[in-house]
């Protein structure tokens, strides 16, 4: 099993900045995918970044060239780094891994973080 806890969302006006974190804990031998994901009123969930333990970034388009995440292997960690905030990137943001429980097996299990609120003020 493996939990996720975020922090860091809040309220800020558009133009500001927000940084996000996830910390994993639980038992479980590799974090494969570490990710944000976002949901807003009346929306579907939307993969916002995510990062695969080898290192490659997917971003969506609507925060390329705003948003950057990083993580950390070794503390099994994933922040979010989100700069020129707009109204429109206000939602729950949802910390999202894909993860390897045993050596001796390539299933992998889906976790969530219980999410946390971004707010962008105009």
């Known amino acids: 099993q493996v939990q996720l806890v975020e922090s860091g969302g809040g309220l800020v006006q558009a133009g500001g900045s927000l940084r996000l974190s996830c910390a994993a804990s639980g038992s479980f031998f590799a974090l494969n995918v570490m990710g944000w994901y976002r949901q807003a009123p009346g929306k579907q969930r939307e993969r916002v970044a995510d990062?695969?333990?080898?290192?490659?970034?997917n971003y969506a388009d609507s925060v390329k060239g705003r948003f950057t995440i990083s993580r950390d292997n070794a503390k099994n960690t994933v922040d979010l780094q989100m700069n020129s905030l707009k109204p429109e990137d206000t939602a729950v943001y949802y910390c999202?891994?894909?993860?390897?429980?045993?050596?001796?097996?390539?299933?992998?299990?889906?976790?969530w973080g219980q999410g946390t609120q971004v707010t962008v003020s105009s």
């Open positions: 990062m695969i333990i080898a290192g490659r970034i």
């Open positions: 999202e891994t894909d993860a390897l429980l045993s050596s001796s097996s390539n299933i992998r299990f889906r976790y």
